[in-house]
């Protein structure tokens, strides 16, 4: 599909203890979704959350929606999202979705990179801008396994991140959405359009800023794989 086949789009945000984020996270994607120049709609959905995160809802527009579930579940959260959209008449051919998460900030250009995928997946990367407190050499590991997975010349990769991707809403609902996972809830929805043999685009130019924290939502997301690159670092300050 191309850009023009889209004339509205939603984006979901899930969120666990995450107010001090958030409000970054949500201004980088205001900016994205005006450069789209077509309706969005954001979802965050607050997963347990007892830090006061709701009360970020009188800072933002009517196109804001906050939704409080408590799942404690990143791939239920992802999923109740979606379904919320649907519920709000927000699916149909024209619809395209897309996700990322609260510690995160999409660039101006990521929705309409999006758009103009002419795919019915798009997979980003993601990049730390922030890597105070980490060794040198820590750093250094990571990049290069990170790396490892991205083809020399070449604009495609291996990475998967749930804090950077979309897809077109039809083909979502058609292989039954997000499954309930604790982790590697967007490896699993990526799996099932390759099933099914839905095109899948994977773009190194379409990257997402994100965090260096070790613990995160997902016991086995990013976090966990990011503290299982960066090793002890004690051993690498020594």
């Not at 004339?7 to 995450?18: C, G, L, Q, S, T």
């Not at 039809?170 to 309930?180: C, E, I, N, P």
Request: aromatic letters at 8%; glycine letters at 8%; proline letters at 4%.
């Amino acid at each position: 599909m191309a850009a023009a086949d889209f004339d509205r789009a939603v984006i979901v945000v899930p969120a666990h203890n995450e107010a001090p984020a958030l409000p970054d996270c949500l201004t980088a994607i205001a900016a994205a979704a005006e450069r789209a120049d077509i309706p969005v709609t954001v979802v965050v959905v607050l997963d347990s959350c007892d830090d006061g995160s709701n009360a970020l809802a009188e800072r933002f527009g009517s196109d804001v929606h906050f939704l409080e579930i408590d799942a404690h579940n990143v791939g239920k959260a992802r999923a109740a999202g979606f379904s919320f959209a649907r519920e709000q008449g927000l699916s149909g051919p024209n619809m395209w979705y897309a996700t990322t998460d609260a510690d995160s900030r999409v660039d101006p250009n990521w929705l309409v990179r999006q758009l103009s995928a002419h795919a019915d997946m798009i997979l980003g990367v993601v990049r730390i801008t922030n890597w105070r407190q980490i060794p040198v050499k820590a750093v250094r590991r990571y990049l290069r396994a990170y790396h490892s997975k991205i083809q020399p010349g070449r604009v495609t990769h291996d990475h998967v991140h749930g804090a950077n991707m979309g897809f077109a809403a039809d083909a979502y609902w058609h292989v039954g959405g997000f499954d309930a996972l604790t982790s590697d809830e967007d490896v699993d929805l990526v799996h099932r359009f390759e099933v099914v043999g839905f095109r899948i685009r994977r773009d190194t130019r379409l990257s997402v800023a994100t965090s260096a924290r070790q613990i995160g939502r997902a016991p086995a997301g990013f976090a966990a794989h990011l503290r299982g690159m960066l090793g002890d670092p004690q051993r690498d300050s020594a």
